[in-house]
T-cell receptor, first 111, second 119 residues
Framework: LAKTTQPISMDSYEGQEVNITCSHNNIATNDYITWYQQFPSQGPRFIIQ???TKVTNEVASLFIPADRKSSTLSLPRVSLSDTAVYYCLVVSNTGRRALTFGSGTRLQVQP | GAVVSQHPSWVICKSGTSVKIECRSLDFQATTMFWYRQFPKQSLMLMAT?????????EQGVEKDKFLINHASLTLSTLTVTSAHPEDSSFYIC???????????????FGPGTRLTVL
């Protein structure tokens, strides 16, 4: 599976838009990009998934350029409750289905 | 929908004892469940893949005789940490895939985790 690289940590303030970029240079044709959120002492929670271009749901947007070697998770108008670790994963839709978590990005939202 | 529960949520045990952790899919059936371990300030590390009705597949470096996995039904997988030692203290998390959505993208639903502390 393609390895992912994302910033270790980010800081933001309430009400700001936060963009977390993830690089996945070796992404394969059958791979999807998926983002999970994890609060302390809780299991990860699915946020969004995409294959190419832009995907938006009620929580976030995911931007994927044409070469798919990177992706950007966009959180609009963050609040204190968005403080968490965000994981970018490259997920294959065939074969082995286990998820490989990288180091994640620790987002700290300040008042 | 798509809720996964774990029991217990936390457990403290003495060194040398065995601890069983349950993972249940509450409103869907899961032919495949996964077990992860997470140490403080670290990422999740996959331990094993649990398949209903068959033997689990363990990741390299994970002792199958120490971490016993049983997936006897489509809604329950158990992880037993045998002869636990302090270095086994960790946060254990399970996840499950909805068997009705195997053709869909690979979304997994995670349990809330179990905090194991071995004294």
């Amino acid at each position: 599976l393609a390895k992912t690289t994302q910033p270790i940590s980010m800081d933001s303030y309430e009400g700001q838009e936060v963009n977390i970029t993830c690089s996945h240079n070796n992404i394969a044709t059958n791979d999807y990009i998926t983002w999970y959120q994890q609060f302390p002492s809780q299991g990860p929670r699915f946020i969004i998934q995409g294959y190419k271009t832009k995907v938006t749901n009620e929580v976030a947007s995911l931007f994927i350029p044409a070469d798919r070697k990177s992706s950007t998770l966009s959180l609009p108008r963050v609040s204190l409750s968005d403080t968490a670790v965000y994981y970018c994963l490259v997920v294959s839709n065939t074969g082995r289905r286990a998820l490989t978590f990288g180091s994640g990005t620790r987002l700290q939202v300040q008042p | 929908g798509a809720v996964v529960s774990q029991h217990p949520s936390w457990v403290i045990c003495k060194s040398g004892t065995s601890v069983k952790i349950e993972c249940r899919s509450l409103d869907f059936q899961a032919t495949t469940m996964f077990w992860y371990r997470q140490f403080p300030k670290q990422s999740l590390m996959l331990m094993a893949t649990s398949n209903e009705g068959s033997k689990a597949t363990y990741e390299q470096g994970v002792e199958k005789d120490k971490f016993l996995i049983n997936h006897a039904s489509l809604t329950l997988s158990t992880l037993t940490v045998t002869s636990a030692h302090p270095e086994d203290s960790s946060f254990y998390i399970c996840s499950a895939r909805d068997r009705r959505r195997l053709a869909d993208y690979n979304e997994q639903f995670f349990g809330p985790g179990t905090r194991l502390t071995v004294l």
